[in-house]
């Protein structure tokens, strides 16, 4: 890979009422996330448990979850998110995006939703904000170069 080698992070919610297990395997095979997974808990606002779970992976690691979401992702949603990529990029050129997690554990990225997979993909060295988009567009497989 040219550049820089980014880093994902991948995070979400996990209510009580959901299955723990059966998103995390979703999230594991549709998106091709390994690895060491953190979590946290809290109360809701109605005193349900939520858990935050989240995993990071860099590098090659990264490049190959990038890889992965590219081949699933449909051609709308990847259109999609070239429109819009400005939009998503932050000033430290870090790039968010954000699947629906109920179509995710059923083998399917779609965008944004109520309740979401969150995946910010950062470069792993400095690049400037007036090359984030062709840089991520290149993880994501719809760039050039």
Do not use: W
């Not at 979400?12 to 998103?23: G, M, N, Q, R």
């Not at 997974?37 to 935050?52: C, E, F, K, Q, W």
């Not at 000033?91 to 083998?107: I, M, N, P, W």
């Amino acid at each position: 890979m040219k550049g820089p080698l980014p880093v994902v992070e991948v995070s979400y919610l996990v209510h009580s009422t959901e299955d723990a297990e059966k998103i995390a395997v979703a999230v594991s095979q549709v998106m091709g996330v390994r690895g060491v997974v953190t979590g946290t808990s809290m109360d809701g606002h109605y005193g349900n448990r939520i858990a935050l779970v989240g995993c990071r992976a860099d590098g090659e690691e990264a490049a190959s979850i990038l890889k992965r979401v590219s081949e699933i992702m449909p051609k709308a949603l990847r259109a999609r998110l070239a429109e819009e990529m400005d939009d998503m990029v932050d000033e430290h050129s870090t790039l968010y995006l954000r699947f629906d997690k109920q179509a995710l554990v059923l083998g399917r990225l779609e965008a944004g939703g109520n309740e979401t997979v969150r995946v910010r993909v950062r470069p792993g060295g400095y690049l400037p904000r007036e090359n984030a988009r062709d840089f991520h567009l290149r993880l994501l497989g719809g760039g050039s170069s």
